[in-house]
């Protein structure tokens, strides 16, 4: 809890927990209103692409500019473009312009104002807090991210229910006010990078020093084969709420738009709660085990848990089954990307981390367009099944046939044991401002 005794870190983390419940508020509402009207899991994954997918393409723009550009007038730009979109989906939706082509293009305009400010969100953090602070730092914004995930689709659930889906999405964009307010109080340092190089030049850089180090440019690859194959269960979670909300035996017709909403508030609550309970252990299991043994452990648990969660048969299986599954990916998100940010090169590091957010970026969208029609023909269940199985044969072939990407990931970096660092980092950027992906 150190780093809250730093006023300009207490300020964008009590910030950015509130824009984080807005975010769940939205995501929750937007894939409940898709699939209920149009009872198809590819719509729920089109929006889910619709947000991530300029991510992978506009990151390494962003942190090409975070690197050489002041920090506080893109960030509270980004913020207002955003909060400006969310007023805008709840205009329309309450006007009845429902249209789901219309909702997905709204979700990537604003996935584009978050795409470039996310690798702002990750270089401001040696402006919050003392290197000596910087990850329980990290950890504290893991607990913002799935504390957000804990709120904000219970939140949503209830708002929907009682009032109907423009409210969450006028709540989600007051939530990106509470981030403005709070960027007028910090400040920030000059930017690190040299200014005098062109913009492809200086993404050229990041990327020849990310390959450089072997951890940095194996977590990136990493992720990118996770998000590809097993992370679309995020976006696939709707699906899952319209088979449960249903009940054994009840085949005829849909449940009800808020029935839905309020049965992917359940989910996503419970991978909500899993995460956190995750990250709070995480620290103690780094300390005792090391922190390569602990990703490790990750990788291998998560197809598991997987299996368990798409198998679910009712609302309260699948709620339990997605606990456990938010309990360890949380581990795998956390032990990356904590690998690449202790291994990222100071004067590179908004390029090095929007490598990482490209990575997952584009990988999870692509994952949820294959998987949603997938899932349309075969079911949710035997899709989350088989790609479980899927990642298991992967990860086993890598440790058999890499012996160098293994090293990489589960070694300590130069200048440190495996246990001097708690594996507490987020998927999310590490610093206490609304996160750019939602993992």
Known sequence: MRPLRHRSFALLWGAGLVSTIGTWMQAVAVGALLISATGQATWAVLVAAAAFLPIGLLSPVGGALADRVARRPVLIAGNVAAAAVAFALAALVGAGHDDPALLVGLVAVQGAASAVIGPFQQAILPDLVPQSEFLPAIALNSAQWNLGRIAGPALAGGAVAAFG??????????????????????????????????????????????????????????????????????????????????????????????????ATGVLTTAQGIGAVAGAMCLAGLAARFGRGRVLAGSLAAFPVTLLVYGSAQSLWWAAAGLFAVGLVYIGVLSGLSTVVQVRAPAAFRGRVLSLYLVALGVAYPIGALVQGPVADRIGIGWTTTATALLLTLVMAAAAVSLPGVRRALFGAAPGESAESIPDAAVASPSCPLRPAVAG
């Open 165 to 262: 889906y423009p409210l969450a999405f006028d709540a989600n964009a007051v939530s990106f006010l509470a981030v403005v307010a709070a960027l007028l109080f910090v400040r920030f340092a000059p930017p690190a990078g040299p200014a005098g190089d062109g913009l492809l030049a200086s993404l050229r850089a990041g990327l020849a020093a990310a390959r450089r180090e072997p951890g940095c440019w194996a977590a990136i690859w990493t992720i990118g084969v996770v998000a590809l194959i097993a992370s679309p269960f995020i976006a696939l979670v709707p699906a899952m709420a319209e088979r449960v909300a249903r009940g054994p035996g009840l085949s005829a017709g849909l449940p009800s738009g808020r029935a839905v909403a309020a």
